[in-house]
């Protein structure tokens, strides 16, 4: 009896555990809201007391921290959190320890809910651009306890600066009686891009985001674009990466290229991919001792080689119906396949017609290298070059890349090569780019790789092979019908 009554206990204890987890796990809304408030309302009143200061950070913090998983519940109430905390850094009468604080506030909430979607929050009239600047010019980059200040005005400069004006309008007149008052707004947005991309601290990270927004501007890409990546090139090839200053150097310039060839047309940056493709490669960054360099160094080369391509889908890739329910229902399978076999003979004139710059092969070679990296993150970034790249080749190429791709499965090759080429394999055919007639020679690599277990003295290595083989079965099962993958499912199944 006592023994039942025991089980019971246990079985209810775990079953309130279970409820426990469930419920901070699974949030319903933002429930502090009415205790975040009076926390915001108080900084007037304790920005000056250290103590007390520090306390009302770390429990801003805790509260925010909750909600990490699903940041999405805090969208109801960003826009007053966030009205609440600008309104003391724009005040004229705010000491600069309430505007810092309120900063660092700022930070917390962006760094939860993600920079992308907290700059739309952000002011953006005119009347801000001049506020902003003149605030961002009185800090000090090299003062460690205010470095959040610098990065959510770095972030601001880059909504405000998007303004539909072209900037010398707001320059007024520049001269008084024959002497210079300021410089132009041009000049000094672009020179504090310049300044924060080569500090050590996370102010860097903003200012690549600024570079983006603000020289791909119809007036700043015609006056200033040439001028900024010749000093991005310079500074690349002036920096020897031999300390730690150097190489957030490096980090600060690769990430704005990539920014900026990820958000720039391609029409403006065209003329100058060639130009940047010699200068990484003379470099070596592929060679660098640091795994953020490489990473930067594989992403950039990806978007240079995506803008070498033309942007189109490739219209020779596997589809299996289309990405809408709805519309997958309201299509018959007849209907289906005659879309799927109607546009091949144009699809052929197109990639004929079509000439790929001989920069492309390089680009896809050093891409194919990245995939062999010892780190995880510059291959994982490789792989996905390798997809995005592929998907604007003509079918001929394609295919060449993916007998490159099935080429890192030797068992010459590393567990990394290996868990490169599964990366890239599961990029491949969730893009439909790996077609039904090559699964054949696949899949015989993809049952290899969900045994592989290599021994290295007392322990053995490969669980990040056989987690990416499975991530390859994923992959594959979402993207091709079941008639394709049938003959093939016993022997994985095994």
């Known amino acids: ?14 079953e309130e555990e279970a409820d426990v987890i469930v419920k901070t796990c699974v949030l319903g809304g933002f429930s502090e809201s009415s205790e975040t408030r009076t926390l915001i309302g108080s900084l007037p009143e304790i920005h000056e007391a250290e103590r007390v200061r520090e306390v009302a ?54 760094k939860v809910r993600g920079y992308k979607i907290f700059m739309q929050l952000l002011p953006h009239e005119v009347s801000d651009v001049h506020p902003v600047l003149e605030l961002m010019s009185r800090q000090d980059p090299k003062d460690l306890e205010t470095w959040e200040t610098r990065y959510m005005l770095l972030l601001w400069l880059s909504v405000a600066c998007l303004i539909p004006f072209d900037l010398s309008r707001l320059d007024g ?34 200012a690549s985001v600024l570079v983006s927004k603000f020289m791909t501007r119809p007036d700043v890409k015609h006056k200033r674009l040439g001028d900024f990546l010749d000093w991005s090139l310079t500074t690349i090839s002036q920096t020897s ?23 720039g047309k391609r029409d403006d940056l065209l003329q100058y991919a060639p130009i940047v493709l010699r200068c990484l490669e003379q470099k070596q960054l592929s060679e660098s001792s640091e795994a953020k360099l490489r990473k930067i160094y594989v992403k950039l080369i990806q978007r240079l080689g995506l803008t070498f391509l033309k942007p189109r ?34 699809t052929q004139e ?35 070059g390798i997809g995005r790249v592929t998907g604007r080749l003509p079918q001929e190429l394609a295919d060449d890349v993916v007998g490159s791709v099935l080429d890192c499965f030797s068992f010459q090759e590393t567990d990394n090569a290996w868990h490169g080429g599964c990366l890239a394999l599961a990029e491949l055919g969730r893009r ?63």
């Open 241 to 263: 990466a031999h300390s730690v200053i150097e190489i957030m150097m490096l980090d600060g310039v690769l990430q704005s290229l990539a920014k900026l060839f990820k958000h």
């Open 350 to 384: 197109q990639d004929e017609d079509y000439d790929i710059p001989e920069e492309v092969e390089t680009v896809i070679e050093h891409l194919l290298v990245g995939l062999k990296d010892k780190e995880t993150v510059v291959r994982w970034s490789a792989a996905k």
């Open 432 to 494: 439909g780019l790996l077609l039904p007639s090559r699964l054949t020679d696949v899949v015989p690599l993809i049952i290899k790789s969900l045994s592989y277990d290599e021994k290295r003295g007392a322990c053995s290595v490969g669980s990040n092979v056989r987690d990416a083989a499975c991530y390859v079965c994923w992959s594959f099962s979402r993207a091709y019908e079941p008639k394709e993958l049938q003959p093939f499912v016993t022997q994985i199944a095994r």
């Open 1 to 14: 009896m006592a023994l039942s009554e025991t089980e019971n206990s246990y079985q209810g204890g775990e």
């Open 173 to 206: 007149h520049l001269e008084s009686e024959g002497v210079k008052i300021r410089e132009p707004i041009m000049e000094r947005i672009l020179a504090v891009a310049k300044t924060y991309l080569l500090v050590s601290d996370s102010p860097r990270d903003a």
């Open 57 to 110: 950070i770390e429990k801003f913090k805790v509260i925010m921290d909750r909600y990490q998983e699903q940041p999405h519940l805090l969208d109801p109430h960003l826009e007053w959190m966030t009205e609440m905390l600008l309104n003391f850094t724009r005040s004229e009468n705010s000491p600069p320890s309430l505007v810092h604080l309120s900063f660092k506030f700022l930070f917390v909430i962006s």
């Open 313 to 346: 889908l490739a219209a020779w890739r596997y589809q299996r119906g289309n990405r809408s329910l709805a519309a997958n229902l309201a299509v018959s399978h007849a209907a289906a396949a005659a879309a799927a076999v109607s546009p091949e003979t144009e």
